[in-house]
């Protein structure tokens, strides 16, 4: 079946420090979304990229959808604390299956 | 966005009881539900597919008669746990969609289940 890699599972930076998370699909995805779950919480949708090599932004957030449609990457710029938790991608393929594949997720830990 | 509302939000039951969790959609009426488990620190793992008057798509390895879904209408789904054993705490949570296959999913609450 469908498998979503994404590394690092863990990364430590010093606040004010960028960070990156990379996703990695076996098969080509119709389209990746990426969300945000704070400690405690449940994940929240943070942005879709449908088309190949999209780049799309949110203020400190950068997020790429990979010419082939089977990467993407989660760039932030100059972390903050409010930044702190796990971010997961997650792919939807043009199958039969209707279900996000998530990857295990990357947990941002930022100290002060 | 849209809502999606999940309760109870925490349970703590004992081994061999069974325990419902449900999962509203408040404003958007959900023909599809997902339902995902997840351990703790490690990602949302999607156990099945809820349809709206139909059965439900279980994935590969999930027990379809000890997780029973129902989703009797376009608005609600609910998980029992049956026969509830301590392997089966975890935090599960539900996915609905507004429509389509390709818009975002809004998540419940969670619900954090102990069996003890």
């Known amino acids: 079946g469908q498998q979503v890699m994404q590394i690092p599972q863990y990364q430590h930076v010093q606040e004010g420090e960028d960070f990156t998370t990379y996703c990695n699909s076996s098969t080509t995805l119709s389209n990746i979304q990426w969300y945000k779950q704070r400690p405690g919480g449940h994940p929240v949708f943070l942005i879709q990229?449908?088309?190949?090599?999209e780049v799309k932004k949110q203020k400190r957030l950068t997020f790429q959808f990979g010419e082939a449609k089977k990467n993407s990457s989660l760039h932030i710029t100059a972390t903050q604390t409010t930044d702190v938790g796990t971010y997961f991608c997650?792919?939807?393929?043009?199958?039969?299956?209707?279900?996000?594949?998530f990857g295990k997720g990357t947990h941002l830990i930022i100290q002060p | 966005g849209a809502v999606v509302s999940q309760h109870p939000s925490r349970v703590i039951c004992k081994s061999g009881t069974s325990v419902k969790i449900e999962c509203r959609s408040l404003d958007f009426q959900a023909t599809t539900m997902f339902w995902y488990r997840q351990f703790p620190k490690q990602s949302l793992m999607l156990m099945a597919t809820?349809?709206?008057?139909?059965?439900?798509?279980?994935e590969q390895g999930v027990e379809k008669d000890k997780f029973l879904i129902n989703h009797a209408s376009l608005t609600l789904s609910t998980l029992t746990v049956t026969s509830a054993h301590p392997e089966d705490s975890s935090f599960y949570i539900c996915?609905?969609?507004?429509?389509?296959?390709?818009?975002?999913?809004?998540f419940g609450q969670g619900t954090r289940l102990t069996v003890v």
């Open positions: 809820s349809n709206e008057g139909s059965k439900a798509t279980y």
């Open positions: 996915s609905a969609r507004v429509s389509g296959r390709n818009t975002e999913a809004f």
């Open positions: 990229l449908v088309k190949s090599g």
């Open positions: 997650a792919g939807l393929t043009g199958g039969g299956a209707d279900g996000l594949t």
